[in-house]
């Protein structure tokens, strides 16, 4: 499939995403019903694993294969929607253990007024497209390759189904992870000692991101 083909369904998913992305702002997210996360989370995983479907079949046309995936990746809609997709999955991890990773932290401090919160909001969210771009490209887009890999050799309208079903499960799954009391415990706890040690948590940090960087270059070297 060429890019332009499969546009218009990567538009859909990159508007809504988007709109996920903008139900983590704090003053919105209070006024949502009941149920209302978990109705998102089971909106943007399904999409976020059927874009995967259809973004290994996608041919970018000729390039060169030093190049990293962030640079090969020659569609905007295609763009637009891993990055929100991967920026809405953050903000709820972030949010539901109450976490922090040194500045990055979608929720702004209690103390704010509405206009500085929205400031603050935005900065994490639009201010870091394209580091949440790069890590949508190393971390999620290579993930939802290998899981929708098997389905590519259905044809589309039944590999398209099986991907819809298998988000679908996936979102449960994601949504039950990130409530659960054990490992939001954990994670604070990491969070704790990052605070306790914040040159220990620089040094970590940089190493969970040039370590998989690293390696992904040497892959496709290979």
Not at 8 to 30: E, S
């Amino acid at each position: 499939m060429s890019p332009r083909q499969v546009a218009p369904l990567f538009i859909v998913i990159a508007l809504i995403n988007a709109v996920a992305v903008a139900t983590r702002f704090d003053l919105l997210a209070a006024k949502l019903p009941d149920g209302a996360a978990l109705g998102v989370m089971l909106a943007v995983v399904p999409l976020l694993v059927l874009g995967g479907y259809f973004e290994g079949r996608i041919d970018y046309g000729e390039q060169l294969a030093e190049l990293p995936l962030w640079m090969r990746i020659k569609s905007v809609p295609v763009k637009l929607a891993f990055t929100f997709g991967f920026m809405y999955l953050t903000c709820v991890a972030l949010q539901t253990w109450d976490v922090e990773i040194g500045p990055i932290d979608p929720t702004p401090p209690a103390s704010f007024p509405a206009e500085k919160r929205a400031m603050w909001f935005a900065i994490f969210t639009g201010g870091m497209f394209f580091p949440f771009y790069l890590a949508a490209t190393s971390i999620l887009i290579p993930g939802l390759r290998g899981l929708t890999w098997p389905l590519r050799k259905l044809p589309s309208l039944a590999g398209g189904l099986v991907a819809i079903v298998l988000g679908g499960v996936i979102g449960v799954l994601v949504m039950s992870a990130v409530t659960s009391s054990a490992i939001g415990d954990f994670i604070k706890g990491i969070s704790a000692t990052f605070k306790a040690h914040p040159v220990a948590a620089v040094g970590i940090s940089l190493a969970a991101t040039l370590i998989p960087l690293a390696i992904g270059l040497v892959r496709e070297r290979e």
